[in-house]
């Protein structure tokens, strides 16, 4: 349930900040302090990468929420914008919007999560752990970092920081609280020696939105300042900061309860990333219900969430309360009772329930939106099948963004986002067979091609079919791949960058060269 406004008294404000703070759990980090003062796993803060990205998604034709605080979002000042990095910049949005404006702001705010400081921007992060979002951005760092520097940015920046800083300050009690009740339940402490870390950044034209993403240790949710306080949005982002290493270090316990799964993946309403990873599903589940022990809810108000969560899929959420309720009276923090909460779920007894469970059937499609062709089958935009593919690719499945991609070169043989794209899949899938075939099909199809093929795809082919050379030990070929890449005019600067590197040292995935397994993206 979403919290509207929440404020907590000043007293008792202060209580739990002591109480926390007595064990190094938790601080706002703000710029008198000292790194080693106030890192402690915990802040809330705006965050000029963040801000950024936002300044150029608005004057890229993206809209900022109107229930943003007012003079916050910069969007009609910025759309009058016509230098060349503007331009460069409306051309590259235009090409990787998403048909969902929510789904498009996850994406770049993805980036923006994973780029170090102005004025570069680069992603601080080795290539080879890029999620595969980001990756579907390549380019976009030159392009931001030169509207930054055109459009001032750092000006405004300086300008609105204390704005920033204000509406930070609104989100400390209620983020506070959050962690205290979750910490609390859980029983768990984090202590200021762990790496990890949980950031909420406030960029208030985000509004009612809100973006989770984790890089690693390192989770951030970015939230705006919309009507409503996004509680349950934090709160279940601080659960999975939380519980995630606790589900993993306890993998093979969580495996053991695989033959459930064939059970969930029935669900039509089931997320697909469910349907096969039992320890995601766990994951997910595991959270769902701490969320409904901590709302105290009635008896027949848990069971129809229950049941809620039955039929749509995460049928796990039944027997992890009922293991809960076991928790509540024993005295060990969650990482320590995780195994005995897994051998409290008994997988016969629960394919035995599963059996009767009713799950809900996927929704019906608009007769008035479905388009059909002679045949009665739909008829789906390619653009679309592009965009859906290049989400699946974002959402690490592989198997589904092929499919998209298959079915448009079904239409369209030499279609050379397609081609790419698969290739992109099949690199993901760990095919590298099928990658070099399709890589090598992209470029003998530039010639027939019947538009104009993008010249970072091209160069991003080269760099690929270089890198397969040399984990081949076929060093002389690698080195033609990528002088190629070098010498395609008009492709980006990083996959110039990975082409020149290609040159001068063997590739290795270890070695973190620039694009990594998926690097370049879906271009489009």
Known sequence: MILDRIRIRYIAFCVLASAIGACGLFSFSRAQQSPAQSYTGIHVEPNEQVFATMRALEAAGFSASENSLAGMALEGELSKLQGPAAIALRKFYAGHALADPEETLSRFMAFALVADPPPQ??????????????LTLNGFQEILAAFYREANLETQWQKMQPEYERAAEMYESPV??????????LREVMRSSDARSFTVYVEPPVGNRTVFRNSGDQYGIVVGSGSDFPAAEIQHAYLHFLLDPIVLRNRLLVEKKDALLGSAARAPLLPPEYHEDIVALMDECVIIAVELRLRKMSPAQLETALQENDSTGFVLVRPIVQQLVKFEQAEPAMSYYFPDLMTGIDVQAEQKRLQHVNFTPAPATDEAEA????????????????????????????????????????????????????????????????AKGLFEELLSARQAASETVDPSLVAWSHVYLGRMHDLAGERSLAVEEYRAAVGVSGASEEAHSAGERGVNQVYAPNLGASGGPGAGGTQK
């Open 176 to 185: 506070l609280r959050i962690v205290a009740v979750s910490n609390g339940y």
């Open 121 to 134: 921007f680069q992603i601080r992060l080795n290539p080879d752990l890029i999620p595969p979002d980001v």
């Open 371 to 434: 388009k059909t062709n002679p045949s009665g089958t739909p008829v789906v935009d390619i653009n679309q099948l592009l965009d859906e593919g290049d989400s699946k690719i974002a959402q690490q499945d592989a198997k589904a963004a092929a499919a998209k991609f298959e079915q448009v070169l079904q239409r369209d043989p030499h279609q050379p986002r397609a081609i790419y794209g698969l290739a992109i899949a099949a690199v993901f899938s760990g095919e590298g067979d099928r």
